[in-house]
């Protein structure tokens, strides 16, 4: 079972494109820590306050995937570092 997730946040406190990466670079360094998922910057690379996030988290029970990222959403809507102003998910049976 895999689980794509895309989420496009926008970044307020952000002034320039360093900021933005700078606030980009915490939140992913956090997620990954948190919850060992691959995340990165997929969209948006040039917009110095929106972003697109790709997540995505493998497993062999769906349940346990479906609970990883919705826990990886909720957490980065939490620390009001983004806001996410949008999100999708995919699953595929492999």
């Given at each position: 079972?895999?689980?794509?997730?895309?989420?496009?946040?926008?970044?307020?406190?952000?002034?320039?494109?360093?900021?933005?990466?700078?606030?980009?670079?915490?939140?992913?360094?956090?997620?990954?820590?948190?919850?060992?998922?691959?995340?990165?910057?997929?969209?948006?690379?040039?917009?110095?306050?929106?972003?697109?996030?790709?997540?995505?988290?493998?497993?062999?029970?769906?349940?346990?995937?479906?609970?990883?990222?919705?826990k990886t959403l909720s957490f980065i809507e939490g620390p009001h570092l983004a806001e996410v102003t949008d999100s999708t998910i995919e699953m595929m049976n492999?």
């Open positions: 079972m895999v689980r794509v997730s895309t989420v496009t946040l926008v970044v307020h406190e952000s002034r320039s494109l360093k900021d933005k990466r700078q606030a980009l670079k915490s939140v992913i360094g956090k997620v990954k820590n948190r919850f060992n998922v691959s995340i990165a910057e997929v969209a948006d690379n040039d917009s110095w306050q929106r972003a697109t996030l790709g997540i995505a988290a493998v497993g062999n029970d769906r349940a346990f995937v479906n609970s990883v990222l919705d492999l």
